[in-house]
Structure formats: C-alpha cells, structure tokens
C-alpha cells in the first residue's frame, strides 16, 4: 500500500511546507509566550540564584527587600556573622532607577554588594566580560542587558561610575538588569539627595527654632551632619554553613536580632506567588488563548486542506478506499503540518527570543510538551476534516 | 520502490527542506537554551610584577584651621576683613562692642583716687596720734618725778597715766586705718586693670598669617563666648583627608606616594604622599583615615573638593597571576576553574596581592601555563559542557 | 458467453407513502462477459438511480442482482463489505476522469490493486501491463495534469479493468469528447470487454456513439425496455454493428 498522505504532500508540497510555516509562525508566538512566562518566574529565581544567599535578613514586619522597602542598619550584619550556623553576611542594597546613558535612560537595578572579596553573597556569581570591582569606589559591573560596555562611563546621582566588568542574567524581579556597585558607593546613591535637596534642607534646618537653636550654632551642623551621612542596608544576605540547617538559623537570627528572616523557599514564596502572580496569570491566560487559537487555526487549515481534495475522497470511496484509510491519510497529514509547524515554531521562537526585551526562557521540558501539545491539537483538528470526509457519498462521484 | 521516479525530484527537495528544518531544530535544541554548551574564555596563568594600589577617596582640608571668636560674649561692633583677603599675624580681624566697658574703667579709676586721698588722711591722723602720745608720755613721766617728791597728788598722777594709755590706743587706730586705706587703693587699681585687659580682648587678632576663609558674624550680631566670628586657613598649607576601604588597607603607611585626582581636574593627575595614617579607624564606615600631602609645586584646589587617591604600594616580585574575574568561591573554598585534558576543574589557591586592573597574585595551586576559565556566560560546575571562545558577549 | 450482470425485478423507491418517488418499477436487465451495453434513457428516467444501485452505492428497494455467478442483492445485500465488492467486481468510468492528481498515471491505476493489498511491485507491474494495453504506458511516469483528455481517459480505463472485474460501469464516458475520439473510446471499450472478458455498461445520451452499441436498454418511467441490434432505435438511423 502506498502512503497517499505522503503522495498528496508530495504533489503540492510547496503550498504544504508554505502552510506549515505559516502555521509554525504561530507555534512560535506560542512557544515564545511560555517562554515569556518561564522567564519571568526565571528572573525571580535568577535574583535569588544570583544573591547567593540562604537567608534574607531584612527590617522586621516587611517583605523586603525586593517586595517591600527595607531598611536595616550596616552593622546589623556583625552580630548575625558571629552567629552559629551562619557562614557570611553580608549588606546589600537594592535601587531601581534610571541612568541616562548615550542620551537614552536605561532603567536599572542599583545592586551595592560586599565585592572586596569574591564569592560574598549579593555580588555577581559570574563575569562575561572585564574584571571584578578593585577601587572601593567609582567602579561598576553591569549586566549586558543594559547595553553599558566595558570603560563606558555612567552617571549615578552625583558621581560617575566606570563600567570594569559585565555580567548576565542579573536582574531584579521586574526584569530589571543590575548595575552592582561597592557597598559604600551604593549606599551613598542610594540615600544622598541631590545638591539642590541637600541645600534647602539645609535652609530648613536652619530656620527651625528646634534644629537652631539661637546662640548655639553647633546644633544645627550636627543635624546637618546627622542628615547627610547613612549606614543603612536593605538587607543583609545571610549564607549558612554546610552543615547547619537554615530554618534553624533562620529562628535564632529572628529571635535574637529582632528582624525579619527570610528563607530561600519563603523569599520564593514572596517574589514568585506575591510579586509576579498577576502577570505570570495574564501572561498564562493569554497562553492559553493562543493555544486555543492556534488549534482551531490547524483545524481549519486541515478542513480546508480536506475540503478541496472532496471529489478525489468520492472517488478514492467508491473505488473502494476504506474509511481508515482516508481518515489515516487526513490525520497524517495534520500530524505532519504539526511536525513542520513545531519545527518551524521552535526555530523562529529560539532565534527571535533574544531580541524580547526581557528574558524568554524556553525549556526543554516546555519544547517537549509543547511538541505532544500540538500533535494532540493535529489530531484532534483533523478529526472535524475526517467527519466531514467520512460523510461525503460515494455516489457523487457518479454523475446525476 | 516506496516514491516513484517522476516524483523523485520532488522528493528529493521536500527531503533537502525537512532534513534542513530537522537539522536546524537539532541545532537549535543543542545550541541555545539550557541544554547549550556555555560559552567561555580562558586564560593562561603568566608571570607578572603585581603593583597592589590602594584606592580611598577623601575631601581637601586644611591642615590649621583657626576659628577665631571673642571669649565673652558680645555683639560684633565692626569686621575689618571679607572672605578671601589675606591677613598678617598680629592684624585686626573684628571688635565687639564694649558696651559699658569704659564707663567702668572711668568708675574704677575714680575709686581708686578716692581710696588715695583715704589713705592719705589715715597717714595724717597717725601723725597726728603719735604727736599726742608723745606729749601724753613726756607729762606721764613728769608727773611721776613729781609724785615721788610729793609735789603731785595721786591721783594726778594716775591722770596723766590714763591719757598716756589713750594716745597709744589713738595711734594704733590711726595706723590701721591706714593700712586699710592703703589695701583700698591697690584693689581698685587691679578692677581697673582687669576692665582694660577685657577691652584689648575685645579685639579679635589674626594669631598667624592666612586666608579669611569664613565669616560667620556680620557687625551688629550677639556672639556667645567660643562662637567663631572669623575662620582664617594658611592656603599653602593643605591636605586631603582620605578614606580607604579596611579590607584592603594593609600595607598603608606615611610616606608612600600617592596619585590624587581632583574633581574638578580629572584629567591632571597630583602627585603627593601619605603623610600619616591616623591611629584611630572610623568604626561606622569600616574605613582607615590617613592624610595625604600635595607635593611641593602643585596649584592647591578648593577647600573640601573630593578627590580620589591611589597609593602605590611597593610592588611585589614577578609571580603568577591571574586576572580576578577568574576567580570563584565554593564554598569555603576560593579557585579557579581550570581546564584539565578538556574537562572542567575546581581548583583552590591561595591568594595574594592584587593591583589596581584587577591582577591577583596566586601563591600556590596553579603552574604557569595552566588555563583557566576566565569569563563565563552561565554560571559553571564541574558538569557543565564548554565552548571556548574568543570573546563574550 | 457467461453472465456478466443480472438484474431481476429491481425496484426503488424513494420515500415512503403519498410522497414516495418510484425511480425504478422494476428493472429487468442481463449482461454477458465480454459484452458491451448502451444504456439511455432520458433525464429523469431513473438512470442514474439504476447506475448507483448498480454500483452498490445506493441500497434498492427490492429485487434482485447477480455479478458473475454471486448474488449480491436479494431483497438486501447478500455482500457484507461494498466498498470491497465495489473494488472487486464494478469497475467505474466517469464523465470526467477523476484520477487521482496527487498520484502518478501507474499508482492512479495501481491504487485499486494494493487497497486489495497486493504488493507495490505486483499492483504496480499490473498496471503497467494494462497502460501498455491501452497505449498509454509511455506516459506510465506522469503526473494525472499532464496528460491530454483522451489519455486520462484511457487511464481511467485502466484503472477501471485492473481488477479485472466482471462488471464495468461507465456514466457518460465520451461526454467530453469529440465524435472521432468519442467513436474510438467506444471501439476501445468493446476490444476491452473482449479483451478482458467483462460486462461493460455504458451510461449515455451521446447520439454519437448510440448506434455503435448491439444492445440496447432504455428506461423510461423506471422501467427498462431492451432494444437492439442498436440502429432499429436510432434517431439518425445510422446503426453500425
């Protein structure tokens, strides 16, 4: 027997390959959408991976310091180091902004990570590219994916920073991409205002009967200092030792410091079903959409792919072609466009990924299932072409 | 013969499309997404001479600065210089009105005529004491020759011992109401002079020569005592009071030469030196002080101007060296990743110094020669398949 | 000459009571091997009707139908599977060839023998045998579109006999067709009959080609009336035998 499928694919495969890709196309848009919604709960654990912590230590009562502001002084991280079970910690500090840079503004995450040494929690695990920071100060490894290069020059607040290193996947949980700076640097970015706020803070202090006192001008310069200078973290990430369990550590830190701890599941927890939850849902609905429309776009490709061939299925039926036959051949066909249509949507939707604006992770996993996805929506479109192709009457062949 | 022959060219194209798509989706499977190769560079381990530099950053101070003000309180009557003039040691710089001040010199001075003319009176009358005891002793002694010869009664005679014993009595009493008079003149000399060294001290002097760099008051303000009225600098004698991060600052020591780049010259380099660590660490910032002098020569910038300095520490010998970005921590462990017959390796070093391009010294762990991984587009582990490349990103 | 096709008494009604369309009454008609048969009859006439109940695609009424020596209809079908008595025993001939685009001219006629599951090779070496026949073998390679009229219809021929089926049906074959080809198909027709020694039954209302058949069935109002030699019917009158 011969396979009419693959003769009937084979006499018009140009139209045929044209419509799988088409149809690839969408699988693609498809794909990309799930790929969509990986990475945004990828970005969430990628900032969690990339913190390098075990725990979050963070103001007590708040969510932070991703999902809440938080703000805890440095020094809280001295006691927690001498603490048992607790390998290192180390302040960190988070700041979303936005750096004008060759006369755009890029939106960042300023990062203020502990990088004197290598391997302390908040600084990035990995380099593409240059060096780790050296100065303590005015040095900056950013993220590709702010399209900063090496020895670009980039202005935070008020002082400029030189780009010494690059990293990837560092971004926060919007998709932000990091911008990490020493510790002290971030800190001063982060809590200095700008000259012209300083300058009429000033003037407030000054015409405040409390802050200046007449007669004992002294007041009024501590508070100035008071107001100018800043030590505080938003948190203090917190790695434990091997052998010490981290829940356990967790409790000791929140009983004896008075803070908010948080653990890797809990921080998960917070960022993934918190933070992301809404969009991770508008994301998965439109998923699902897509998916329905594709379905019903290869059942209408397949009906109509049936549909012009009705004189040759009469004929094929009262020279005698069996029903599994002809339905064998429709549903070959269908699971054939689908395989050159996942091809096609796998390929577009790899090679166009990099240019979303921010991370589309595609799984394996995800290509895997998406390929029994859409030979399962194949059969099962091909099936309202095999009824109608079962209900044509042999007689029609025959004319009258 | 399953494709006939007249449709084997057609077969053969759609086979040459499916076989291209089956390769390309292979390709991509392989290629990209997590099961990809990471793309990595490497680099040899070399011998090279570490200069470790210190980076702190610090303000431009002064290194006397003199805040001067009255020591009582007052309102400032005049100022005689403006910010920016220069002043000679010994110059005027401000008065504070005295207020009353020479009103109560001009009392203390009439006092003290009064207490003169006292004592001079008290001088009179013990003058005038000792005449009358002198009389009332020549009549005593007269009276007792005539008592004995019995030319006198007895009761004359002890008269006349009375009236000697009551100008002794006037005597002393004259005398110590001279020496009070004389104690009364000496107490108001002293208020007078007391009131006059206040009014030269109403006087704010420039201790040395220098610059006005402050002025806090203007005439006509209340200033309470130790306020400064006047803040006067020596403009050639400046120095930046530098920070530097403590993990780093080991080898910091006065007299290492220095790199200061000023703010507002970023691109004219100072050369100047470490002039002395200060003994006491700023426990909040975890930073070391130390102050660092210009050399000789230089144009001298603003007061409180932010510069950055890089103190060259000496250099080490040639030893191996690798670039930092190499470098990871697992662990407790920090290494590198090195390539062993093409399979990756975690391997822990100890460590040295590091220079300011980021050039870190290894001690022990690696041999020259050996490749290491030394830029990553994932993080690695020792499963992770690798490519090497040229260049990444 | 053995019996090619029976038909005894074959009614069909279409609907039921006040509403029933008697298209056939009873429909007598007999077929030898080898021979070839005309049958006409006006539009309406239950031609067509009679065309599909012979071709086992509509169900009769009653009566009663013999392929060969095998009853197929008595008062029902006696075949539990049409479509394998179709392939097997009826061989059909359209107004139009019908051939199968996706396939070529060989497999077009090949088709039939391998849905009776003969191996390729055999169905195919079959029906290159039979287009060698026919005379069209040279273009045994092509595609059904790149054929002229007249070789797709020997084609479909082809794939009509190469199951070598006791019956074949032809409706309107030389409908297209001008006279001389029209004349050569039905010259064909009867050398293959002989040839393959089946009953050919040509469905027609082509004048052209009416008078070259010996017999004859008309129907008219359901019921069939045996003419013949052709020529004693004929309009022009211009029989030839």
């Known amino acids: 027997m011969i396979s009419l499928a693959g003769r009937d694919i084979l006499h018009g495969w140009g139209k045929f390959v044209l419509t799988g890709v088409g149809l690839g196309l969408l699988i693609g848009v498809t794909l990309s959408m799930a790929g969509v919604y990986r990475g945004m709960i990828d970005d969430a654990q990628a900032l969690l991976d990339n913190s390098g912590a075990d725990l979050w230590v963070v103001q007590k009562d708040t969510l932070g310091p991703y999902a809440e502001p938080s703000s805890l002084n440095e020094d809280t991280e001295r006691p927690i180091r001498a603490m048992a079970g607790v390998d290192r910690a180390a302040g960190v500090t988070y700041l979303t902004m936005q750096i004008a840079h060759r006369g755009k503004d890029v939106r960042v995450m300023v990062v203020g990570a502990e990088v004197t040494q290598p391997g302390e929690p908040g600084q990035p695990p990995y380099l593409m590219a240059g060096r780790r920071i050296v100065q303590g100060h005015y040095e900056a490894v950013a993220d590709v994916k702010t399209g900063f290069a090496i020895g670009d020059q980039v202005k935070v607040r008020r002082n400029t920073y030189r780009i010494v290193g690059l990293t990837s996947r560092m971004v926060s949980s919007g998709g932000d991409p990091m911008l990490f700076l020493s510790l002290k640097d971030a800190q001063e970015a982060q809590f200095e205002k700008d000259a012209d706020a300083i300058v009429r803070q000033r003037a407030r202090t000054a015409s405040s009967p409390a802050l200046n006192p007449p007669g004992n001008p002294a007041v009024a310069e501590a508070v100035n200092a008071a107001q100018a200078s800043s030590t505080n973290v938003n948190a203090v990430l917190v790695t434990v030792a091997p052998s010490a369990d981290a829940d356990a550590v967790a409790a000791a830190i929140r009983r004896w410091q008075r803070v908010t701890v948080y653990t890797r599941a809990q921080m998960e927890e917070i960022l993934v079903d918190k933070m992301i939850a809404n969009s991770a849902r508008q994301i998965g609905m439109f998923l699902v959409i897509l998916a329905i429309v594709s379905a019903a776009i290869v059942a209408f490709i397949i009906y109509t792919m049936t549909i012009g061939k009705i004189r040759e299925i009469a004929v094929l039926k009262l020279i005698g072609t069996r029903n599994r036959t002809i339905a064998g051949m429709i549903l070959q066909q269908a699971l054939g466009l689908g395989l050159i249509g996942f091809a096609v949507g796998k390929i577009a939707a790899t090679f166009w990924a990099p240019f979303f604006p921010k991370y589309v992770l595609l799984l394996p996993a995800d290509s895997v299932r998406g390929f029994f996805a859409v030979m399962a929506i194949c059969a099962l479109a091909s099936l309202l072409a095999i009824h109608a192709a079962l209900k044509v009457d042999p007689a029609e062949a025959i004319g009258g | 013969m399953r494709i006939a022959l007249p449709q084997s060219r057609r077969a053969l194209l759609l086979v040459i499309v499916l076989a291209a798509l089956v390769l390309l989706l292979g390709f991509v499977a392989l290629r990209s997404g997590p099961l990809a190769p990471v793309k990595v560079t490497v680099v040899q381990v070399e011998e090279r001479a570490i200069t470790p530099a210190l980076f702190g950053i610090g303000t431009v101070e002064a290194r006397f600065t003199h805040r001067i003000g009255p020591t009582a309180p007052g309102r400032v009557a005049s100022l005689a210089v403006d910010v920016g003039e220069r002043v000679e040691a010994g110059q005027v710089l401000a008065v504070i009105d005295p207020i009353d001040l020479d009103q109560r010199i001009a009392a203390a001075s009439g006092s003290a005529g009064r207490s003169a003319a006292l004592e001079a009176a008290a001088a009179s009358q013990v003058a005038d004491a000792s005449a009358r005891l002198a009389l009332a002793r020549s009549e005593a002694a007269r009276g007792e020759e005539l008592f004995r010869g019995g030319w006198l009664t007895r009761a004359a005679l002890d008269q006349r011992r009375q009236a000697l014993a009551a100008a002794e009595a006037a005597l002393a009493a004259a005398q110590a109401n001279r020496s009070a008079a004389v104690q009364d003149r000496g107490r108001t000399g002293a208020e007078r002079a007391a009131l006059q060294e206040q009014k030269a001290n109403l006087r704010l002097i420039a201790p040395r020569a220098g610059l006005v760099v402050r002025r806090l008051a203007e005439p006509g303000t209340t200033v309470v005592a130790g306020q400064a009225v006047v803040e006067i600098v020596d403009p050639a004698e400046l120095w930046i009071n530098a920070r530097f991060d403590q993990t780093r600052a080991g080898g910091i020591a006065a007299g290492l030469p220095a790199r200061i780049v000023l703010r507002s010259r970023s691109d004219t380099p100072l050369r100047g030196a470490i002039l002395r660590v200060e003994p006491v660490a700023d426990a909040v910032t975890e930073e070391v002080l130390a102050k660092v002098s210009f050399d000789a020569g230089a144009a001298l910038p603003p007061i409180g101007e932010l510069a950055e300095v890089t103190v060259g520490l000496p250099a080490r010998e040639r030893t191996l060296a690798l670039p930092n970005a190499a470098i990871h921590r697992i662990g407790s462990a920090v290494g590198v990743w090195a390539m062993r017959d093409g399979d990756l390796e975690f391997v822990s070093l100890k460590l040295g110094a590091e220079d300011s391009d980021g050039w870190v010294q290894v001690l022990d762990g690696l041999a020259r020669g050996d490749q290491v991984i030394l830029h990553s587009a994932r993080p690695l582990t020792a499963s992770s398949r690798i490519t090497v490349v040229d260049k990444l990103p | ?241």
């Open chain 3, 1 to 241: 000459m053995a019996e090619g096709i029976r038909i005894e008494n074959l009614v069909k009604t279409y609907g039921q009571g006040d509403t029933a369309v008697h298209a056939l009454r009873g429909v007598n008609m007999s077929v030898a091997k080898g021979e070839v048969v005309g049958l006409i009859g006006p539009s309406g006439s239950g031609k067509s009707t009679l065309l599909k109940c012979l071709g086992a695609v509509i169900e009769p009424t009653s009566g009663r139908m013999t392929i060969g020596d095998r009853v197929i209809y008595d008062d029902g079908w006696k075949v539990g599977d049409l479509r394998a008595l179709r392939r097997d025993l009826i061989g059909f001939i359209f107004q139009a060839p019908y051939l199968i685009p996706f396939l070529d001219v060989t497999d077009n006629v090949a088709l039939l023998p391998m849905l009776a599951g003969k191996p390729n090779a055999e169905a195919r070496k079959e029906a290159r045998d039979l287009l060698e026949a026919l005379d069209v073998a040279h273009r045994a390679a092509a595609m059904p579109s790149q054929l002229s009229g007249g070789e797709q219809q020997r084609v479909a021929i082809a794939r009509a006999l190469v199951n070598r089926p006791p019956v074949i049906l032809a409706d309107e074959p030389t409908a297209p067709l001008d006279s001389v080809r029209a004349l050569a198909v039905v010259d064909l027709l009867n050398t293959m009959a002989r040839q393959f020694e089946t009953a050919i039954i040509v469905v027609t209302h082509d004048e052209k080609i009416i008078p070259t058949f010996r017999r004859l069935y008309n129907i008219r109002d359901g019921v069939t009336v045996e003419e013949g030699p052709a020529g004693s019917l004929g309009s022009d009158g211009a029989g030839k035998s």
